[in-house]
Each structure stands twice: as structure tokens, then as C-alpha cells.
């Protein structure tokens, strides 16, 4: 409680009244965090362009017992991402990747791994934009990974036989990966390619992952895309609010 200083990332911000602002903000030190920032519509503001979505910042706000909104203080910039919405593309990944942090992440509950997922994602896309899709589904398995959701993929999850290099696995109805012989060949297959392009992301940098994504082969892709969508709606019990079908029908496509 009191007056706390931390490094923060800008998800969105709401305009309160005609002179404030609420902002949502990843915090280092305490996760999702709402604030309203009294002044920061004015054209003079003291906030500037510290606000901007996906902006990192440090951030100072003031808490109080059982306020839900915090007081924001100040905002001073440490890197702003906000120059990579030129495009329609890159804001319909903007507006994904910020939708899923909010979802995914409990208000108020401190999560380090998970505001270093996001900002290395933010700085990998900064660096690799024409590879935007391929560090998307890096963050989406990660995502799913800090959050306990992503399935064991080296091992069948009944008879905890590890799978062999070229060995075909399926997905049960809890999205877990059974071998042939437990799941009787039933379920969605997840194939050997699948496995290992799902491992990479949590063996690689988003970087390196990203510059591997053309080798992998397109049914390695769909059916990574399609496991991460399953997983991602099973964990939401709902489809994001900002999926992909949303960024289809607004004309925003998919990059490749
Ligand atoms: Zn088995």
C-alpha cells in the first residue's frame, strides 16, 4: 500500500472525463494494475506520450485499502513500441496481444516471468515486424505455458512413454497428447513436427524462434495454430474477444 515505483508496460487506456484517463498497465511488480492518471487528456499534460499503448515505463502510482482503481503519479518513458501500430496488421496484433495479458493475468498478482515474456515479445516484434505472426505464436504457447495450460508434449500423458522422433500423437478431450496405442488413434493429431516446433519455442529466444518459422513445415504451423487456439478458448472458456476470426472480418489479415 502507499506510494509504489516499478517498471510498466502500457496495455490501453479508457478516457475517464474530459481532462483523465484510466490505464491498464503490466506492472514488474504486481501484475495487472487500473489506474486513473488525473490531467492526461489535457494537451499540456505532464504524462506526455508516456501513456501510449505499449509504452514501458516508470511507473508511480499510489494505492489505497480496498481501492480497485489506482492513483498513476507519473509516467516517465523507458522504450515506446506505440511507433509499430502504422499499420492494420500491427494493431490487430497490438490489440490481440494486449486482450490475451488482460485475460490470462489476475489483477494485482505479481508475475515477473510474464512481464518478461511480454517485453522480450514486444522488442523481438520491434526488431522482426514481417515476422509478426511467428512471434505471436511463440507468446501464445509461452502465454499458455506461465499460466499452467499448455499439455506435456514429450511424453503421452496415460502411459508417460516418450514419443520417438517421427511418432504421431492425438489429443484427447482435455487437449493432453496420447501415443496411438492409449488414445486408439483417436483424437486431433498432433504430428512429430508439431512437437518439435512447439518445443522450440520454449527452448529458443522469441528472436531465434522467429527466424526459424519459415523451416517448419505449414503442417507444423496449422496444427500448432490450431492446438494454441483450443487451448487458449478451453483455458477462457470462451474464444478471445480480439481472435483472429475478428481481425479476418475487419479486414485486418493475418501476417505470414
Ligand atoms: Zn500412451
Redesign the pocket.
Known amino acids: 500500500m502507499g506510494l509504489v515505483e516499478t517498471e510498466a508496460i502500457v496495455l490501453r487506456t479508457y478516457n475517464l472525463s474530459e481532462a483523465d484517463k484510466i490505464v491498464v498497465c503490466l506492472t514488474h511488480c504486481c501484475g495487472i494494475i487500473r489506474g486513473v492518471a488525473n490531467g492526461a487528456r489535457r494537451l499540456k499534460s505532464r504524462f506526455g506520450a508516456a501513456l501510449e499503448p505499449f509504452t514501458v515505463v516508470t511507473l508511480d502510482y499510489f494505492e489505497k485499502d480496498g481501492r480497485e482503481l489506482v492513483s498513476i503519479k507519473q509516467a516517465e518513458i523507458q522504450r515506446s513500441y506505440f511507433s509499430l501500430t502504422q499499420t492494420a496488421e500491427m494493431v490487430g496484433w497490438m490489440a490481440y496481444l494486449s486482450e490475451l495479458i488482460m485475460d490470462f493475468a489476475p489483477p494485482h498478482e505479481p508475475n515477473k516471468n510474464l512481464f518478461r515474456l511480454v517485453s522480450g515479445t514486444l522488442e523481438a516484434v520491434a526488431q522482426n515486424q514481417h515476422r509478426a505472426t511467428a512471434i505471436k505464436r511463440y507468446f501464445e504457447v509461452w502465454l499458455l505455458k506461465l499460466s499452467g495450460f499448455m499439455p506435456e508434449t514429450r511424453a503421452?500423458t496415460?502411459?508417460?512413454?516418450h514419443f520417438d522422433a517421427t511418432e504421431k500423437s492425438y489429443t484427447n478431450a482435455e487437449n493432453k497428447l496420447?501415443?496411438s496405442?492409449?488414445?486408439n488413434a483417436v483424437g486431433v493429431v498432433l504430428s512429430a513436427c508439431t512437437r518439435t516446433l512447439l518445443r522450440a519455442v520454449l527452448t529458443r529466444s522469441p528472436q531465434e524462434f522467429a527466424h526459424q518459422w519459415p523451416d517448419f513445415e505449414e503442417e507444423a504451423r496449422t496444427e500448432a495454430v490450431s492446438l494454441t487456439g483450443r487451448l487458449i478458448e478451453s483455458a477462457l472458456e470462451r474464444s478471445p474477444r480480439v481472435s483472429e476470426d475478428f481481425l479476418a472480418h475487419t479486414g485486418v489479415h493475418t501476417l505470414t
Open positions: 503421452c496415460s502411459c508417460r512413454k496420447q501415443c496405442a492409449c488414445s
